[in-house]
């Protein structure tokens, strides 16, 4: 079938709610970069996973992003609970659904992971939100939908903070670079976390950033909704997840093919990684040396983005070089449309 035909047919029938044709949807052909944010603009905040059991968090975003001059819609989901989740599946979905379609609301912000996006990642619209291009940001759980808007729509998605998360003045500068001044971005660890960076193995590589949860990028894999592996630069990080589950999770990168096809591999925050009992379990830096030291393509770890206070901002999709001999990591392209 032609691709212009089924994408008129798709939205005939109505992609939203069809899990099939959500699947089935083909891959973009052209990458789409999102307007950049500018004073004035509207910011939505959404639950797409986990339910908010502290409100305080609500308000506290939402204040922040006032504070920086944006305007501000909050969702129905962050305030449902559905057991662990905001909201049952078609509600989360939907919500994500109207914001994308919404030409009042500039960027689309989530509040926290935990657990759900893979649930609705059959409900979301593409289509529309290929017609409808805008900023989307979180991580942990969220990689799930930035990696499937960006796999199904070109989309440029942003791995970055979250409504839980510190937003102390080094992530918020993150996010004005990328999302408001667009800034070809150096990333550099903090000064009193520049220790945390090591060399696994030696090299350069150039590629697009492809970032994420690693059990949630694992996940991912033999579905409709895996990334396109080749030639990216691979950042993961993780949190809570002893050495022998990251083990596991490499094992099955490495069984996938992963570490063949990408061009470099960034490690970012392993928070909560080491083992409970060290003398029954090899350490995290062993199981790092294991499979990364005898690698073919570059590998540093330390960097700053995931669990961790201090947050890069990373642009799924956009293209980056990196270097272990200075652990430089810099976007090559701007993350944003800034002739708004």
């Not at 909050?74 to 919500?95: H, N, P």
């Not at 939908?145 to 440029?156: N, P, S």
């Not at 083992?275 to 090899?282: A, D, L, Q, T």
Request: net charge neutral; hydrophobic share 40%; aromatic share 12%.
């Amino acid at each position: 079938m032609e691709r212009r035909k089924f994408i008129v047919q798709a939205g005939i029938i109505g992609t939203s709610l069809l899990g099939l044709s959500a699947i089935s949807l083909p891959e973009f052909t052209d990458k789409i970069f999102p307007k950049a944010l500018k004073q004035g603009d509207t910011i939505a905040l959404t639950a797409p996973a986990g339910a908010i059991f502290s409100p305080t968090y609500i308000d506290k975003i939402s204040n922040k992003l006032k504070s920086f001059g944006f305007k501000v819609v909050q969702g129905k989901t962050l305030f449902e609970k559905y057991g662990y989740l905001a909201g049952k599946d078609e509600l989360r979905a939907t919500e994500i659904n109207n914001f994308f379609k919404d030409k009042n609301i500039a960027g689309i912000f989530t509040l926290r992971g935990g657990w759900g996006c893979g649930r609705i990642l059959d409900l979301i619209d593409y289509e529309t939100i290929r017609q409808n291009p805008k900023i989307i940001m979180g991580f942990s759980d969220i990689t799930a939908l930035l990696i499937a808007i960006y796999k199904k729509t070109g989309l440029v998605t942003f791995h970055g903070p979250m409504g839980y998360s510190s937003w102390n003045d080094f992530s918020t500068e993150q996010v004005f670079d990328t999302l408001v001044l667009s800034k070809r971005v150096k990333f550099e660890n903090a000064q009193v976390e520049k220790t945390n960076l090591k060399t696994l193995s030696k090299g350069r590589g150039e590629g697009e950033i492809l970032a994420g949860n690693l059990t949630v990028l694992c996940s991912l894999i033999g579905t409709a909704f895996e990334p396109d592996w080749t030639n990216k630069i691979l950042c993961l990080e993780e949190i809570g997840e002893e050495p022998y589950r990251i083990d596991r999770m490499f094992w099955q990168l490495k069984m996938a093919g992963v570490f063949e096809a990408v061009n470099g591999i960034i490690l970012g925050s392993f928070r909560k990684c080491e083992p409970e009992f060290p003398s029954e379990s090899f350490s995290l830096m062993e199981v790092f040396k294991q499979y990364f030291e005898a690698i073919n393509v570059p590998v540093f770890m330390g960097a700053s983005f995931g669990h961790t206070v201090n947050k890069f901002n990373l642009p799924i999709g956009v293209k980056a070089v990196m270097n272990t001999a200075d652990f430089q990591f810099q976007l090559l392209e701007n993350p944003t449309q800034l002739n708004r």
